[in-house]
């Protein structure tokens, strides 16, 4: 699987969360609006486009100072996007700027 930087905001016109993004909304206090408020202000990361059954991208966002990757699914087609999870980027994985893998 390929990946890449890309600097590019995410094209979405349209959002749909999955239930397992509803589901880490729910554990995490976050509202839809609150997820999608952060997008327009996010900084992607990894492009993902082998997935199936979308392209995805990994992106960081904020929500009250409180770092966020998202992963978002793109129909370059249509621009419709689905949010597919969210968490809180471990730090044992992530470097203090939550843009970068750690070495294994």
């Known amino acids: 699987m390929k990946r890449k930087r890309i600097p590019n905001m995410l094209p979405c016109e ?50 009250d100072n409180i770092p966020y990757h998202i992963v978002v699914g793109v129909n370059l087609i249509t621009h419709d996007c689905v949010i597919i999870t969210i968490y809180i980027p471990n730090p044992d ?10 070495p294994k």
């Open 14 to 63: 349209n959002y749909t969360f999955s239930g397992h993004a509803i589901q880490r909304m729910f554990e995490r206090n976050l509202l839809p609006i609150d997820i999608i408020r952060s997008l327009f202000q996010c900084e992607p990361i990894i492009e993902y486009p082998d997935d199936t059954p979308l392209p995805s991208v990994l992106v960081l966002a904020y929500d």
């Open 93 to 102: 994985i992530w470097e203090e700027n939550y843009r970068t893998r750690r």
